[in-house]
């Protein structure tokens, strides 16, 4: 297993557009996070699903952001109506129990999709 | 609320210096505590991770961190800074079922 992965890494839409973002966690990691961080600030929790049950959703996911992950297993993060307050790094990370991992828990992050939105 | 204060916002050591970074926390019970590093357009890399035990704990590239419950702090420190450690540093606290809460970071920059 490689870790996390991100794709795409850059995107760049005009506002307005919809766009999506696609995580592929490791295949062992039951727990997957979404998190926006803007320039000069620490990353900030959005969402985050136990195998395919979105289990808690911050205020700053708005009603234009909606994030899936069917199979439990990949997770795709979509922003309609892009916004130029939008622009930021998405990252995404996984997890596996707590309980089960003892002390090997702790999330792993991917690399991040970078949105521009212009 | 529960929060995660790294109160200085950007630190600035000469190569070979020691350096200490800061981290504070505000939760009830005593969280899982961690340190990130990420370099300008990457991910987050762990260096180190405390649940219980012994509260000073060792990570990678060097890097040690001390958990203080008295003074809810767990600060990131090195003994001897390279010039490749030059990022930035975030603490990170998850407390029971919240996930991972970050604060804003530290920038290290490293001077000849």
């Known amino acids: 297993d490689t870790g996390v992965s991100q794709n795409p890494r850059h995107k760049i839409t005009k506002r307005g557009q919809n766009v999506t973002f696609r995580c592929d966690p490791i295949?062992?990691?039951?727990?997957l996070y979404w998190y926006r961080q803007t320039l000069g600030q620490g990353p900030e929790f959005l969402t985050y699903?136990?195998?395919?049950?979105?289990?808690?959703k911050s205020r700053l996911l708005s009603d234009r952001f909606s994030a899936e992950r069917p199979k439990g297993s990949f997770s795709t993060l979509e922003i309609q109506r892009t916004e130029q307050g939008d622009s930021a790094m998405y990252l995404c990370?996984?997890?596996?129990?707590?309980?089960?991992?003892?002390?090997?828990?702790?999330?792993?992050f991917g690399s991040g999709t970078r949105l521009t939105v212009v | 609320a529960q929060s995660v204060t790294q109160p200085d916002i950007h630190i600035t050591v000469s190569e070979g210096a020691s350096l200490e970074l800061r981290c504070n926390y505000s939760?009830?019970?005593?969280?899982?505590l961690f340190w990130y590093v990420q370099s300008p357009g990457q991910g987050l890399q762990l260096l180190l991770k405390y649940f219980s035990g012994d509260t000073l704990v060792q990570g990678i590239k060097g890097f040690e961190a001390e958990f203080k419950r008295s003074q809810s702090s767990f600060n990131l420190r090195k003994p001897s800074v390279h010039w490749s450690d030059a990022a930035e540093y975030f603490c990170a606290v998850e407390s029971g079922n919240t996930p991972l809460v970050f604060g804003k970071g530290t920038r290290l920059s490293v001077i000849a």
């Open positions: 699903f136990q195998n395919e049950a979105q289990l808690e």
């Open positions: 295949s062992e990691h039951n727990r």
């Open positions: 990370a996984s997890s596996p129990g707590r309980a089960l991992a003892g002390h090997n828990y702790g999330y792993t």
């Open positions: 939760y009830g019970a005593t969280p899982y």
